[in-house]
């Protein structure tokens, strides 16, 4: 039975909304495909405004590695702003689909990506305007699976009430499985319902589903322990991981659209993983091991997918641009192929070094320099060995002066504040070290013409980091640190006026911690705020602190606990996590011991250049570290064709 | 790829041909603002590799010039824009390579080349057409009787300045509420959907459909229970007959028609 598009509904309520074309579809890249030829149907999602949701890699990937499954159809659904809420709501407009808008009701499968658990609101007014009830056990098979992914799912259990189900890890091959059991279990014509298909998804030992599995806690308030409630549900679920990205080479025909969005430009991760070491980098510890996608494939995939878009920029995207093996020839080829060309090409999450002013002066060939960033993330020595982030003073301000001498005018630095054992010494070295920047890139350049920007963002300890066990700070202390800071940086005017100050404060942090650190009991003080109007809590203007305080303060109680146990309170050895039966693939006492190591100050290098030092990944999942070098280099590109691109 | 063609040292290739343009936005596509066109053309240049010219600099930017552009959320079936070449090419070529380059609904019409003036001296006035579902066709045509009768109608436009009063009636040409039409209603069959043909001078700030709407709200009380579509239909230098002379007119009389292949 086809469903029909509420578009005619919907253009009704679009002259009255800001940015329409946000919620119209028909962007390049976009896969319109028949109803009722699909045997699954996917709607896939980022819990955030359009602008934001549609550059997400993560649902671009799965969105084209799904439609290419000839009898599956996947389509995308973002947040809508409250303006349209109220007329959805109004004129009785359900959630819909950019690519034509059918109804997210309609499908089979509803799989979000969160990459913060600030969306978490975002996805129960999704739900609801869907008309999907709120708590998975209310659904029935007329609804659709509701499927979590993205890092955030690394600890899904304070949205487990709303979710049918959470995916850890990489989700290429993942998303295939589960559709291939979805594809079957209709085939068969759905046996055993809903519960049914949800325990052969568990049964994977790679999908959780929170339903099978109860949480029993202790008098004091924490978790006694955390068992599958059925048989043949596996008492831990496991990460997946998508080895050799050469074989996964997306997106290859990226979505390019109409409303402008956050990142215009074809992205392409150049590896996957991260054995830095940052203790505070969930991503780094979550992704675990390096996999690098060939340069010949970076090559091919900018080539294809800026003939494809349009675009004007390429990002090469990873958690460490530069430590892909190739960076040095991926940069200079690229520059190489595209001079002239008005295509940027740009490196982000570069780490503090000379070797990156290299990298930089390759792609910026003849453009502009603009500014490059840095993110030494602590402000005193000290502290950097505490969140193993290995960069000496001299090497940062080595660096920071080759960028300044090679041209570049304005060098951001990024810290964090908040970090455990952080004192405000610690902080106030911010400012010195800011100072010193600006006083070595005068004197090297002879110019008072340079700028420095420090950022500084609140810590927020995440799961399956060594920072798991931390007590965050008050959002007073590091109110009261970054004053002193700003004071610092002033206290010489010559040098303060160079330096641009930066700063979130401390409130939204620790109800991200709240969140990322919960437990079952916290969703239902998502449900309370969300119920209150909370929405896009991602975005300063529409976070409210007191909201989430007042829930907790209401909600909370009634379990013995209160938003101070969830945030500022340090856990101990034997505490029971609530995501210990969710494996990253980390093994916690490697975790424990690197928590030791970093309040004794003692760094640990990256195992890519270093042996082994068991953080437990690789042979509990059996993978391996896949790096270069491959020895290839990128040819200048032959022009095939230089008329105009005519259709035949 | 003709992208990656050096560039002459110290600078960008000159310009050798310009091309006037005219498209549509169409459908769902209206709600696209000017920018966003803006967006998705130059990327169309890229993917449909027109050898576009790029002014000089350390930001070189695509040379791309559009005329007044319809509003969002206002349908289109005349607007232009010229763009400026670095090599020959062929304006059919150019229609169909740039058409098949952007989302259907943005629609390359036809294409001439330049030969002197320019796109915004061609254009002192705008032809529309405007849906009303839900209005009667006798309802329309007495609000506009009331409005074409008054000598100004003063209305606000919430701007991003704040709000603003302007004439609705001072610029407008032309306003009918024609009994019977042959354009079929969008919506939903069997609801009454008035029409009214406009014809409006290009005034600074400009008179747009919406603020007509609000004038016959004002002078005359009509009430939209669902909102109108409106469509331009052409843009134009008014005669004195009120005819609209096309824009492309000029030059497609002046062209040798289908340059040279390039």
Redesign the interface.
Known sequence: MSVASV?PKL??L???VS???Q??????GAVVKDWDAATVRWVLSYPDAYEVGLPNQGVQILYEVLNEQADVLAERTYAVWPDLEALMRKHAVPQFTVDTHRPVRAFDLFGISFATELGYTNMLTMLDLAGIPLDSRDRDETHPIVIAGGHAAFNPEPIADFIDAAVLGDGEEAVLEITAIVRDWKAEGCPGGRDELLLRLARTESVYVPRFYDVDYLPDGRIQRVVPNRADVPFRVHKRTTMDLDAWPYPKKPL?P???TVH?RYAVEIFRGCTRGCRFCQAGMITRPVRERSITTIGEMVAEG???????EVGLLSLSSADHSEIGNICSGLAD???????SLSLPSTRVDAFNITLAEELSRG??RTGLTFAPEGGSERIRRVINKMVSEEDLIRTVVTAYSNGWRQVKLYFMCGLPTETDEDVLQIARLAHEVIKAGRAATGSKDIRCTVSIGGFVPKPHTPFQWAAMCSPEVIDNRLKLLKQAINSDRSLGRAIGYRYHDGQPSLIEGLLSRGDRRVGAVIRRVWEDGGRFDGWSEHFSFQRWVDAAAEVLPQFGVDLDWYTTRERDENEVLPWDHLDSGLDKEWLWQDWQDALSEYEQPDCRWTPCFDCGVCPSMDTEIQIGPTGKKLL??T?????????S | MSRTKPQPEGGQAPVVQRVRLRYAKRGPMRFTSHRDFARAFERAILRANVPIAYSQGFTPHPKVSYASAAPTGVASEAEYVEIGLRERADPRELVWALDAALSPGLDILEAVEATGGSLAERIDASAWRIELPGVTANAARHAVDVFLAATEVPVERLTKQGRRTLDARGPVVRLDAPQTSDATPSEVSGVPCAILDLVVRQVTPSVRPDDVLSGLRVAADLELPVPPRATRLAQGVLTPQGELVDPLAADRDAAVIGAPPP
Request: proline share 11%.
């Open positions: 578009f253009e009704r679009l002259p009255e940015k329409p074309i919620y119209v579809g028909g962007e390049l390019v109409l409303a402008e215009e800026l003939e494809f878009s349009g675009f004007g192929q595209y001079q002239g060309s008005n295509v453009g502009r200048p590109l022009p095939v064709n230089t008329g105009l691109r005519v259709p």
